[in-house]
């Protein structure tokens, strides 16, 4: 799989979280310029008990992002389907955000919200 810039961004994110099951990182765009960025992590303040990598990049982009970038990687580094949840899905769209990225089946897909 050819990885985008935006993917290996989101993929050293990934790498920082310490969430034991799904480490996922994400990278928030306006253009081609990287604003903020983020990584899952553990909290007993959300529901799923999971602070989900998307939220956490639009949120240090202020809510307001053209396009994001999602990776999932393993505990060896193998990067894994990365496809958002319906929650941070519909942020994405009541943010304005116009493209995602993530993999799916070992290949990059790119999407127009």
Known sequence: MQL?????????????STHDKARVGAV??????AVSH????????????AAHAERIALS??????????VARVGKSGLVFDSVPCGTCLNLLRLCGVKKLEYV?????????L
């Not at 985008?4 to 920082?16: D, N």
């Not at 799916?104 to 127009?112: A, C, Q, T, Y």
């Open 4 to 16: 985008s810039s935006g993917l290996r961004q989101a993929i050293k994110q990934a790498k920082r």
């Open 28 to 33: 928030a765009f306006r253009g081609h310029c």
């Open 38 to 49: 983020g990584f899952n992590r553990r909290s007993s303040r959300t529901p799923d008990y």
């Open 60 to 69: 240090n982009a202020g809510y307001a992002a053209d396009s994001l970038t």
């Open 104 to 112: 799916l089946d070992g290949k990059r897909v790119v999407v127009k």
